[in-house]
């Protein structure tokens, strides 16, 4: 089943009619829409309870740090549940972070790639991809957390039986981006054009070993390399 992230966005008709050089109001508006939508739908990905990807790991796909701090043991660990054509890790910035201190002080630096034009640190040849919507510590109670997160890591594609996201392609009102649609739901009496953006996407894990998660991942140690 998928999901669906729907915004209103409003635009005042005699604004776009008469500010629209050097840019287009309503086309950057909708811009700034999407991209919005697409954090969220990110976040949904990961985080939504039926079907993000931290909810619907393996229980035995599962394997918490030793210390807390994201060590190269932990992530060897994790590979070895993930050990067919493993794609990347994917783990907040923060988290990454962790892992080059443990690498740092254990005296093996990981090997940096260019991925798209952007580096990548990796471990054991496979990278790890920073995403801020795998959340630290917990937003209710931020002290008992303790700035804790998790880490993925993941094989990917329908050829290789991973981790592949779903979507709805033909659907009424249709943009350019698959799955968007964007429809004017009128214009009241003030010249306010109302327009109904709507996302529909999911996440599927097609076999229990393409998604493994490493927990209790401590982002908040140092060390005194003196």
């Not at 999901?3 to 629209?20: A, G, H, K, M, P």
């Not at 697409?38 to 079907?51: A, G, S």
């Not at 994201?70 to 660990?77: G, K, Q």
Request: glycine share 8%.
């Amino acid at each position: 089943m998928l999901s669906v992230v729907q915004t209103i966005l409003r635009l005042n008709t005699n604004v776009t009619d008469i500010f629209n050089c050097p840019y287009n109001q309503k086309d950057e508006q909708v811009r700034l829409t999407i991209e919005a939508m697409r954090e969220r739908q990110e976040w949904e990905m990961i985080n939504n309870p039926e079907f993000g990807l931290l909810h619907v790991a393996a229980p035995d796909m599962r394997v918490s740090t030793r210390k807390g701090a994201p060590t190269p043991d932990d992530l060897d660990e994790l590979l070895a549940l993930v050990w067919k054509k493993p794609a990347f890790f994917l783990a907040h910035p923060k988290a990454i972070a962790a892992f080059g201190r443990e690498c740092t002080k254990r005296g093996v630096p990981p090997v940096a790639v260019h991925i798209m034009g952007a580096p990548f640190i990796t471990w054991r040849g496979v990278p790890l991809v920073p995403c801020d919507k795998l959340m630290v510590g917990c937003h209710m109670n931020p002290r008992r957390c303790g700035g804790r997160t998790n880490i993925l890591l993941m094989r990917v594609g329908e050829a290789e039986q991973g981790v592949i996201g779903l979507h709805q392609p033909g659907i009424p009102d249709e943009t350019d981006i698959p799955s968007l649609s964007m429809r004017l739901a009128g214009i009241d009496n003030r010249g306010i054009a109302s327009y109904i953006l709507s996302l529909y996407f999911s996440v599927a894990v097609l076999a229990s070993d393409a998604l493994g998660v490493l927990e209790n991942v401590e982002v908040g140690s140092y060390h005194d390399y003196r």
